[in-house]
């Protein structure tokens, strides 16, 4: 049976990045009468370090931005990642199956290590055991994400592959990323060549999902382009990374094709592009900046409703633990 299983990182803010390249996708999931599970990891964001008040915040917003976007709680099973200790648990087992060689050659442990490897933390390097324990826990089989987080689950694949080899099992399911949409990597609205990214130290390269109406409006009229009028085809695009980011946003934003925005909006200059797409970005992001902070002058709420979906995910994850201990041969 299909089950989906994706997780957010809560530090700093949400952005359109996240919405267009995950949030949508979990909502779209969630309507197609499978069993979704949506994880705020905050586990997997104390790999660097993070004030304690501002993770708690951030937790809590981050769940009233998935409420927000239309992730029902009592469709989708909404948790924290550090309640459900089962994560952890099989991280650990998971830390023993996969190779230092494979956590070596990830990404964004190269991107974020950088250098100076000797000051990261163990965490930041075991990172994507925890997140293929993240999955695995649930047998989850879907796993909706960004571009960005692809070579994650190729290694998600490779952990599952080798501890069904290794203990002549068929246990855990090799999981399919699900890379969907117009947007699968929304770039930096200052720097088409950047992913847009909390990180970024501009906070006019990205659109935070708590910006308000002016503010999201604002920070179009002021992204950068070029001087020439938008193509009538995608591949007009090719050589134009902040005019293709524009309009990937409009076709993702819209739930469209780029190529029927582009039979749409092709020949036009962007002093008239523009403020359709500012239009359209307020039009669907206000109202969910609105309703996340509605929602967090309520955060006993927001807790209550953790605390329900850890009871949930518990019942799923709780067996399949027992199970895996079972397998490698610890007493219990
Ligand atoms: P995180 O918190 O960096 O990002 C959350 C989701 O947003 C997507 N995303 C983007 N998509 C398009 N354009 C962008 N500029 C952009 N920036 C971020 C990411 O691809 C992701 O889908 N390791 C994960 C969190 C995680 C996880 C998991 C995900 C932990 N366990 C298990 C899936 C399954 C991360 O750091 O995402």
């Known amino acids: 049976t299909p089950r989906v299983f994706s997780g957010i990182q809560p530090s700093g803010d949400l952005h359109l990045g996240n919405y267009l390249g995950a949030i949508q996708g979990f909502v779209r999931m969630q309507a197609q009468d499978i069993q979704t599970v949506y994880c705020m990891v905050d586990m997997h964001a104390i790999t660097v370090w993070q004030d304690p008040a501002d993770l708690r915040h951030s937790t809590r917003e981050l769940a009233a931005g998935f409420i927000a976007s239309g992730i029902s709680p009592e469709k989708s099973i909404l948790i924290n990642q550090s309640q459900v200790p089962e994560h952890a648990q099989l991280a650990w087992v998971f830390n023993c199956v996969a190779r230092m060689g494979w956590m070596g050659r990830m990404t964004q442990w190269k991107d974020k290590a950088g250098k100076n490897a000797e000051k990261a933390s163990l965490g930041l390097f075991a990172y994507p055991a925890l997140m293929a ?52 990597r929304v770039m930096s609205l200052r720097d ?55 309009v990937n946003i409009y076709a993702a934003l819209n739930e469209q094709s780029v190529d029927a925005v582009l039979a749409e909006v092709g020949g036009q200059q962007f002093g008239t592009f523009k403020p359709k797409l500012a239009e359209l970005a307020v039009a669907k992001m206000a109202p969910i900046s609105t309703e996340m902070a509605r929602l967090m002058a309520d955060t006993a709420e927001i807790d209550r409703i953790l605390a329900k979906g850890a009871e949930q995910a518990r019942e799923i994850t709780a067996p399949i633990l027992k199970r895996t201990y079972e397998i490698i041969g610890m007493v219990g």
Do not use: C
Not at 140 to 162: M, N, S, Y
């Open 133 to 184: 324990a993240d999955i695995l826990v649930y047998h989850a089989t879907h796993v909706p994400v960004g571009e960005d987080q692809k070579q994650h689950l190729e290694l998600t694949r490779d952990i599952a592959a080798k501890f069904n080899h290794d203990y002549g099992v068929d246990f855990f399911p090799i999981t399919e990323p699900v890379i969907e949409g117009a947007a699968t």
């Open 192 to 246: 088409g060549s950047k992913k847009m990214s909390k990180s970024d130290p501009s906070d006019a390269s990205r659109i935070n999902m708590t910006d308000d109406a002016d503010t999201i409006a604002k920070k179009i009229r002021k992204a950068k382009t070029d001087p020439d009028a938008l193509p009538s085809e995608a591949a007009g695009l090719e050589d134009r990374p902040e005019a293709r980011n524009l």
